[in-house]
């Protein structure tokens, strides 16, 4: 922490407010990248393959052309080049599912072939959906399962593998074991709002209208890409409808600026939601080995946690699925690895709590399993598991809150009333049962710049190029802001998701809200110190701009995380299969609350993001084609009202101590062992263990005694 931060009063932050952009929002005031008027402005349709394999053979393109309306068509032989060589602001090189129209290979299905610009986006995409491909089609893989030896371990924001102790003697030491394959599906993020963006020239400048995680993020990578220099690239993006991870440097951008570049007018390119399935990014299906080894009294000998991911055979990305195992229990025998497959797939990508939400499922539910041998709760199983310092690091935790979250969790579920032996409770045909998981996710902050301005008028303003996803950060930075300035709140306004105001974290890893509400109140110490008590603000105003790259960089190294405890009880219709989630409690540790309303949104979208993948969400992909089956919202059903009951998420003093604020981060561990929680429900229920998601009506009829004869666990 640098000398000029001052430190928040207890005001306006850990108040509830309600979203300043809010009524904008319900009334269509507000516009999204997709609508923003710009004269003269063309629209862009993209193509993508029909194959999930081969070459580029040749295009028709000139009765395209000849159609009404439209202006050019851009693929591999006539489009801009760009520089994918490069390492952007994430340290990783760029899905190279960006680097449009650069050679003829396809390595999957929904590969960004050719690009058909036209006056109307009715042209646009009659002529595309007209336009003819031939391919040189080759046979393709997508077959991902467990089987397979070509898979290998990949360091991703985490060693590949970590091992310590002899695991197997472990494993045969001990007195109870639990030994299980978990699966979850491929899964998409699906945000309200499509990717869209607008490219034109501006006076010599590139200027993209965006709906993106981090405006500078994304103006560094298409600089890079277009190799422009970094002063000629701005990108705004003001209004986003969710990201979840799906919105970084993606085709849409990418080719509305080639289109932009090209005819020198405004290029719009929108996604469908179909080509949001192929174009988007996704989260890996996984297959998970868990192998516990323990004590009678449930003391934990040997973990393992095995995940196999899948990336494409062009860009490396691994889901860590391991992740969690590293954080929340040890064992003398300790071997956690991640692993991919490459195959011929769009690459995935983050999706909210990339690793810790399939690996948690896996890691919580053979918990769950260890208990039940064990004849032990499972709360208390994890009492008895609690660890000293990070499993795998050896560091010291920053802060652990687990425990407190599960007493707060099981006194407001009532958790002691439970009778532990499954398939007990019935209401009518429904078979009752409950379930609780762990939850955890790693806290951290990313350097980032704010402008405060203090106005004539006695208001701020603040410039941060952060990026309100949804969450409601503008309200929490303008809470910061008045705190730190020791104003009201509507004395401030906050404008966000302007590259132009300098870098900045993006919306991502559960990281924007703390490290630009560190920026912020930097910013405001320097402020404080500048303005003369008592004088007037000149005309232009007082302006400070302050970088918290030195103070970020300072943070000790130590176990940072949020922690939580889930809990949901659950209904089985015994004739249908059918899961109903009656009731979900959640109770967490993560920091500091800036804004209980909208933090209380971020801990219940999570949760119910966990329903969904607990009972619901499944792309499946087609051997033969090699795409998505029902690449669209009535295909790839996600939670919505009817399936999300009472949903509760509460939280424990948990300040982080070396944040100015306090702050840890609420971004993603709502769904952090939510689906653990359900599927240790549905074997509460039934007494039937569920090991691959989703907890579909099929699965749970097979697996009860009048279904098609699957064994019990
Ligand atoms: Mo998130 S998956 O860090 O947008």
């Not at 494993?171 to 074991?177: F, G, R």
């Not at 699966?183 to 965006?210: I, Q, Y």
């Not at 090209?262 to 192929?278: D, I, K, Y």
Request: glycine residues 10%; charged residues 20%; proline residues 7%.
């Amino acid at each position: 922490m640098t000398t000029t931060t001052t430190t928040t009063r207890r005001g306006f932050v850990g108040t509830a407010h309600t979203r300043l952009e809010g009524r904008d929002k319900v009334t269509g005031a507000a516009r999204y990248a997709g609508e923003i008027p710009f004269t003269g402005l063309a629209h862009g349709w993209l193509v993508l393959s029909t194959v999930a394999r081969g070459r580029i053979r040749s295009l028709e393109t000139a009765p395209v052309l000849a159609m009404p309306g439209v202006l050019a068509v851009l693929h591999h032989e006539n489009a801009p080049r760009v520089d994918s060589d490069y390492i952007g602001m994430l340290g990783a090189p760029p899905d190279p599912s960006v680097a449009l129209f650069q050679h003829e290979r396809v390595p999957h299905l929904g590969w960004p072939v050719a690009l058909v610009v036209a006056e109307t986006s009715e042209q646009a995409r009659e002529a595309a959906e007209a336009l003819a491909v031939h391919y040189e089609q080759e046979p393709h893989d997508i077959a991902f399962h467990s089987g397979r030896p070509e898979a290998y371990p990949l360091d991703g924001h985490m060693p590949g593998v970590a091992e310590k102790g002899d695991l197997e003697s472990a494993l045969s030491a001990a007195a109870v074991v639990v030994d299980a394959e978990y699966t979850t599906p491929e899964e998409h993020h699906n945000p309200m709002e499509p990717h869209a963006a607008t490219a034109h020239w501006d006076g010599g400048r590139l200027d993209v209208v965006d709906s993106n995680q981090g405006t500078t993020w994304v103006a560094g990578e298409l600089s890079k890409l277009f190799s422009l220099d970094p002063a000629a690239v701005r990108v705004r993006s003001e209004h986003i409808g969710g990201g979840f991870g799906s919105k970084g440097v993606r085709a849409h951008q990418v080719a509305a600026v080639m289109a932009a570049t090209v005819l020198q007018r405004p290029v719009r390119v929108v996604m469908t939601r179909r080509q949001m399935f192929s174009l988007a990014g996704y989260r890996s299906p996984t297959t998970q080995r868990v192998r516990l080894g323990a004590d009678a009294d449930g003391r934990l000998r040997a973990l393992e946690h095995q995940c196999l991911s899948v990336t494409s055979t062009v860009h490396e990305f691994v889901e860590p699925g391991a992740g969690p195992a590293r954080v929340m229990y040890d064992a003398d025998a300790h071997h956690t690895a991640n692993r991919v497959l490459r195959l011929d797939v769009p690459t995935p990508t983050w999706m909210r709590a990339p690793g810790e939400a399939p690996g948690s499922f896996a890691l919580e539910a053979a918990l769950d399993e260890l208990a039940g041998k064990c004849g032990i709760d499972p709360i208390e199983l994890r009492v008895r598991n609690e660890p000293e310092r990070g499993p795998v690091s050896g560091l010291p935790f920053s802060s652990r809150n687990l425990l407190g979250c599960f007493r707060e969790g099981a006194r407001r579920f009532g958790w002691a009333d439970r009778d532990p032996r499954p398939g007990r409770s019935r209401d009518g045909r429904w078979l009752l049962g409950t379930g609780t998981a762990a939850a955890s996710f790693p806290v951290g902050a990313a350097p980032s710049t704010a402008a405060l301005t203090a106005e004539p008028d006695g208001t701020f303003t603040v410039r941060i190029a952060a990026a309100d996803i949804g969450t409601g950060a503008r309200t929490a930075l303008t809470l910061v802001a008045a705190d730190a300035l020791e104003v009201a709140p509507d004395r401030i306004r906050v404008r966000v998701g302007d590259s132009d105001f300098g870098p900045a974290m993006i919306a991502g890893g559960s990281m924007g809200t703390r490290s630009w509400a560190w920026a912020v109140l930097t910013a405001a110490g320097e402020l404080r110190e500048r303005l003369v008590p008592g004088a007037a603000v000149p005309p232009e105003g007082v302006t400070v701009r302050s970088d918290t790259s030195a103070a970020v960089g300072a943070l000790a190294s130590k176990e940072r995380h949020s922690f939580g405890a889930q809990f949901a009880e659950v209904a089985v219709d015994a004739a249908t299969g059918e899961v109903r989630v009656r009731r979900m409690l959640g109770v967490f540790a993560a920091g500091r609350m800036v804004n209980p309303l909208t933090a209380r949104s971020q801990f219940v979208g999570g949760m119910v993001w966990g329903i969904s993948m607990a009972l619901h969400e499944e792309a499946v992909r087609d051997r033969s084609s090699g795409g998505t089956v029902g690449a669209d919202l009535a295909g790839y059903h996600v939670a919505t009202h009817a399936d999300v009951p009472e949903i509760e998420a509460h939280w424990i003093d948990d300040p982080d101590p070396d944040d100015p604020v306090g702050i840890k981060g609420v971004g993603e561990i709502g769904i952090v062992g939510a689906a653990a929680a359900i599927a240790n429900a549905v074997w509460h229920a039934t007494g039937v263990r569920h090991r691959n998601l989703p907890i579909r009506p099929d699965r749970v009829l097979a697996g009860l005694p009048d279904g098609d004869g699957a064994s019990r666990a």
